[in-house]
């Protein structure tokens, strides 16, 4: 079965300043990945996502991830972080080969943006 | 378009009570989904709904928990007995099909004392 693991469970940056927010998946032939942003008291919403293609994938607002097969990873990086950024931030897998479409969430990171 | 509409938003039961959500999916969204969100953690999907058969519930607890989506448009998740356990954010989500993007709601923030 498919796994998600977001190593840092919190992230602090400063206001302007770059951050990477870490996610690796346990390895399968194929995967969809995705990143979702939960602000808070609201539902996920959509970053970014990867079903094949360039490995470079680009988002809203700025966030980009690149997908990486051989190190199993799919980070998400922002050049420069907004206030407005401070959110949990969601990676998630699905099989692409499997009877259903079923995502598997990581367990989150929260981003806190220091002024 | 509208998005995907819960409620209510916030519940207070005491354990051992009877509690219902409601979803509304985004209109012509064929996929219908409810999870589970406990604080600190990521969403579980405990059903699937296809228009109104269930794909997957392989993780709902059946002894406690019920959804049903009669007319294969909006849901209802219901918990009979809760437990302190059930404390969480419920959260529902829909798709155009199968495979494609998930759209989630607000959620449903559910206290159980």
């Known amino acids: 079965a498919q796994s998600v693991t977001q190593l840092d469970s919190q992230v602090p940056v400063f206001e302007e300043a770059p951050v990477e927010l870490r996610c690796n998946y346990s390895?399968?032939?194929?995967?969809?990945l995705f990143w979702y942003v939960q602000y808070p008291n609201q539902g996920l919403q959509l970053l970014l996502k990867?079903?094949?293609?360039?490995?470079l994938v680009k988002g809203i607002n700025g966030f980009e991830a690149e997908f990486n097969k051989s190190q199993t990873s799919f980070h998400l990086r922002k050049p420069s972080v907004h206030i407005s950024d401070t959110a949990e931030y969601f990676c998630a897998v699905s099989d692409p080969e499997g009877r259903d479409d079923k995502i598997i969430f990581g367990k989150g990171t929260r981003l806190h943006i220091l002024p | 378009e509208a998005g995907v509409a819960q409620s209510p938003r916030y519940k207070i039961i005491e354990k051992r009570q009877s509690v219902a959500f409601w979803c509304n999916p985004i209109?012509?969204?064929?996929?219908l989904y409810w999870y589970q969100q406990i604080l600190g953690q990521g969403p579980k999907l405990l059903i699937q709904?296809?228009?109104?058969?269930?794909?997957?519930d392989s993780q709902l607890p059946k002894d406690r928990f019920s959804a049903e989506r009669l007319k294969g448009v909006d849901s209802t998740l219901k918990i009979q007995p809760a437990k302190l356990e059930d404390s969480a954010v419920y959260l529902c989500a829909s798709s155009r099909r199968q495979g494609n993007e998930q759209y989630f709601g607000p959620g449903t923030r559910l206290t159980v004392t």
């Open positions: 390895s399968s032939v194929s995967v969809y």
């Open positions: 709904f296809q228009n109104n058969g269930v794909v997957d």
């Open positions: 990867y079903l094949s293609g360039s490995t």
């Open positions: 209109s012509g969204h064929a996929t």
